[in-house]
């Protein structure tokens, strides 16, 4: 089995030799990869329109191959481009202008899946010049974004196709116009903070790109109910753009807590759906879920509930910053809550369940992605800045974690991290010692 050993080696090997052995170690890791996605009864990666998005192996190996490909291409481009290359990343930005465009002209949308159109047909749709359309997607092709199969002629491929969807395109949306913005005043107010983590949310780089001085949740929500829908149907596009195969309920055997008591109180959880995974997983057990947050989303996610689960589900409004009314559960879950905010905040969300736990009986159960020491994958890095820029919040390691639940409750420790093969969430579990 082939093992990603790009990272460790080093860049001063000698030049001819380093290339080569990047391409004999990408194209190992490409055959341990198609190998998993066979067994998986998963297909290969394709640029077809109807290809979909790309799988990750549910095996270890298959797995650790698709993220070492990834990570050798990378090391493979930036050795061929050499430092001139830098230029080229200082611009990126217009990709991100660029795709926004396509977006509000729905340009994939217009394209249909099976067939070829011309810059000028696109353009008598949408209203826009021909020269306007070919210089869009001038910066788009290159990426895969739509195929230019004849000067102006252009057919869709997998990535272009998946923009079809409305909760993709509403993702595309937002990040194209709402953390384009974001991300222009970061560095400004980094700048102001000293070069100091935001503690803050409305320290965030949010405020000075919306002039607002409420954090983001409070202006989307409150302020601004029509960004707060976009934001939601956005947050459904990310479920159609990810690498994760398995659902929270297969990282993490719920069915252990039956012994326990069985009651799951899902913290912040939303409309439920990560419990209502774990209900379908789990139909005959005797495991029952409090979903807590505020009013009407608690209203919509009941709603939304499937009859055959109501009288397993408890829907509680309910401010996390407050105390905890359910006492001694079987288990405290928290799904993506935590990266929202900054240490400060985190704390004052973990100290009043910790005073609603039994010692070495409750869980506590985080759901997050966990950022690795060293040698970040890019999209969580990107992701720790759009943490930062729209919430002062960040992705953190394992040690953070566990330093976190240490200014919870010196007794608070961390049990053991279930992960996922593919690389995705993890739950950390944690007890409360005597």
């Known amino acids: 089995m082939p093992i990603a050993t790009e990272n460790s080696e080093s860049i001063s090997a000698t030049d001819a030799e380093h290339l080569r052995s990047l391409g004999k170690l990408i194209n190992e890791n490409i055959e341990q990869y198609l190998s998993s996605l066979s067994s998986s009864g998963l297909p290969a990666p394709s640029f077809r329109p109807e290809a979909g998005n790309t799988s990750i192996p549910s095996d270890a190996a298959g797995a650790k191959a698709f993220g070492a490909i990834t990570t050798i291409a990378q090391r493979i481009l930036a050795l061929t481009t050499g430092p001139a290359g830098l230029y080229d990343i200082s611009r990126q930005f217009f990709t991100n202008s660029a795709l926004q465009v396509a977006v509000e002209l729905d340009l994939a949308g217009r394209l249909p899946v099976e067939g070829v159109m011309m810059a000028g047909e696109l353009a008598a749709m949408t209203g826009a010049e021909t020269a306007v359309i070919v210089r869009i997607m001038r910066a788009l092709t290159p990426l895969f974004i739509f195929e230019e199969i004849e000067p102006q002629t252009y057919k869709h491929t997998a990535r272009s196709a998946l923009m079809r969807d409305p909760s993709v395109k509403a ?72 690498y994760e195969v398995k659902s929270i309920a297969e990282i993490f055997p719920f069915d252990i807590l039956q012994k326990h008591g069985g009651t799951i109180v899902d913290v912040g959880g939303g409309m439920g759906q990560a419990m209502l995974s774990v209900a379908v997983r789990y139909p005959a057990s005797h495991l029952s879920f409090t979903i807590q947050d505020l009013k009407g989303v608690i209203e919509a996610g009941k709603r939304a509930c499937p009859d055959k689960f109501l009288s397993r589900f408890r829907w509680m409004p309910h401010d996390f910053f407050e105390k905890q009314p359910i006492l001694r559960a079987s288990a405290y879950f928290l799904r993506h809550i935590l990266h929202d905010w900054s240490d400060e905040y985190c704390i004052r969300i973990l100290r009043p369940i910790v005073e609603a736990m039994l010692p070495e009986s409750s869980r506590l159960l985080i759901c997050e992605m966990i950022a690795p020491e060293m040698n970040a994958p890019m999209a969580l890095a990107h992701r720790d800045l759009l943490m930062m820029g729209h919430l002062a919040g960040m992705e953190r390691t394992e040690r953070q974690f566990v330093e976190l639940a240490k200014r919870a409750h010196p007794q608070l420790y961390l049990e053991k991290v279930w992960k996922s093969t593919s690389g995705g969430a993890c739950i950390m579990e944690f007890l409360l010692r005597e």
């Open 171 to 242: 993702l595309l949306d937002f990040g194209g116009y709402e953390g384009f913005r974001v991300a222009a005043f970061l560095p400004e107010s980094l700048k102001e903070s000293g070069y100091r983590n935001l503690v803050e949310p409305t320290d965030a780089p949010f405020c000075k790109a919306f002039n607002t001085n409420s954090g983001f949740f409070d202006y989307v929500y409150k302020e601004k109910p029509e960004m707060g829908e976009k934001f939601g149907k956005a947050m459904a596009g990310t479920l159609k753009l990810s």
